[in-house]
């Protein structure tokens, strides 16, 4: 493999999408050959990353940002993130903007939802995995989005959530409250939050 591909992986963190090697004017045929001999492995569809980089903390999040850059892990995958739940999330839980086509990804089995601007934009933190910028939301913009999705996740799952939260971080509840504004659920939530005090 020549220095200029190795040049063109490692700019994009050892991993790259068939769309961006087209880009750089790499041909299918060659990402293809490289992964026929061994030199890349695939991740996901149109996903490629170096074989000779350490094995990836977390395939599937890395996957997602990749194949899907507008993508934020959200729910119960964000809280996973978090280590505020007890929850195994059975799929990635991610967030999109309304006008944004989803992604069309056979594994891993996402569950995608739409979000608003306002309620999409903010909140968002990038995670550094293995190379490769993760979007998920903080925490706090993360128990807002809890409570709005209370019935699809569960209450059981939001209260111990904000249990959780109260012993391993440092309580903001104006952060809290705000991010609850953005999502419309500041009327739901502040007796929750009173309550905990």
Do not use: W
Not at 60 to 74: E, G, N, Q
């Amino acid at each position: 493999m020549n220095d200029k591909i190795k040049t063109l992986f490692s700019e994009h963190g050892g991993q790259l999408r068939m769309r961006d090697a087209l880009n750089a004017g790499m041909s299918r045929y060659m990402l293809y050959n490289l992964y026929e001999k061994g030199f890349v492995e695939r991740i996901a569809r149109g996903v490629y990353r170096l074989a000779d980089l350490p094995p990836i903390s977390e395939p599937d999040f890395m996957a997602i940002s990749t194949r899907c850059p507008k993508a934020v892990l959200c729910l119960i995958s964000a809280l996973s993130l978090h280590e505020i739940t007890t929850e195994i999330p059975r799929q990635i839980f991610i967030a999109l903007p309304r006008d944004t086509r989803a992604p069309t990804m056979k594994y891993p089995p996402l569950s995608i939802h739409k979000f608003s601007e306002p309620a999409y934009s903010e909140g968002i933190e990038v995670r550094d995995m293995d190379g490769v910028g993760v979007k998920v939301y903080c925490v706090e913009k993360t128990l807002a989005d809890c409570f709005k999705y209370r019935n699809k996740i569960g209450m059981d799952v939001v209260l111990e959530a904000l249990k959780f939260y109260r012993e391993r971080y440092r309580f903001d509840g104006n952060k809290i409250m705000h991010y609850a504004k953005v999502c419309r659920v500041d009327n739901i939530m502040r007796p929750y939050l009173e309550a905990t005090l």
